[in-house]
């Protein structure tokens, strides 16, 4: 999807008068940002934007986020054991040292 | 009046309420529009001598930020209401809560500096494709290796190929080059780009801040006024009608698109312009373009201020 982040306040009346007026490119919209759809006209909405308010429009692209793809069963694993947990205030570094799960420091620096 | 075919008016700075004839002119007659006149009038204090290309010059007090609002009243005058009744209530001195913080969060916006954004156009453009480029390459390499590696095991003359496939390499390791620099580029563009964002984001933040406080202090000074604004409202001559006489206004006086007042922030046109002008403390002349007065002193007398008829 195309992410559209806008940081001025005309800017952001200008996504919100896109998204109501073309609301079929729109996935989704937060305030001053909006989700919209994977399309040639979504882009060209989006690029209408930035033409119009520069540096003011930040345009990214997303791709959608497949855990079982994206990293190793013991990130997954170590999420679902960690959420299950029976100490609340627990910090998750202690909670991987004690059980083996993978070191914070080391997931910082592993790269998607 | 005239000298040097500029019509010369002098106007309003006695400060005295009474409306005598002195505090207005009638320029019906003269072929001179509203706009100039309010022109003129809001030009007087910036250069009263430089008068040179215009047909009207005006001696008259400095005009305050109500008189943008309805310093100029003909049929087709709009009046945002609520920002017209906040001037209203500041030119007659009154302030808002909100006032210090106001001027604190347009001071800090006034100092803001926001970095101007790098071009990130043209190394997206420039990274574009090199890919693809890489993997072309990268393919014909494979190829030719191929063909050399047969080639030798048949016991053919592979020189030519030989020449191609390091032909082909060097250019893999520049194209790879080339990619790994416009990435490299791309991503300082961005880091550069951050920096500006987080700027304009804080400015985006403060404006936010401000627009809020300034909705807050136009609400607070409107609240103080609007009592006396209604009744200014209703006593407007050829005015509109109250909700309750509302069936009796279908033949009323001329056109306005307010002639019917459930909301009177609502309402605009020349009955809102002129209430606003009465209940507002002004002391440049209102240019009065629109017959709800008999006379221009009329006029005078009812907004409590100078008055140019035209």
Redesign the interface.
Known sequence: MLLV?T???AA?GTLRNVCRTHEEVVVRRFG?VALLAETEFAAFQALRLREKH???V?IERTRPFNEFEAVDASVREAAAAYEKREEGALPYTAFAAERDHPDPEQMRETEL | MTEEGVLRLELGDDGDEDGDGERTVDLRGHDIGPKTVVAAIRAASRDAAASGNRPIAVDCPTPGPVHEHVGLVTPSTNVRVRTALAAAARSRGGEAPQDEELADVRERVADLTVP??PDLQAPRERLAGTDDAVERIRERVAALRGRVQAGREADRDVSELEADLAEATRELAERETERAAAREALERAERL?RE??DA??R??RL??RR?NLERRARAHLVGRIREEYEAALAAVPGGPERAGERSESAEGASGDAARRVDDPLVADGVCAALAVGRVAALRAPVVVACDRFETPTAAATWLGAPVVRV
């Open positions: 982040v940081y001025s306040r952001r001053r520069g540096g003011d930040q | 101007a954004p780009a500006s964002r304009r984001e400015r985006r404006e936010d627009a």
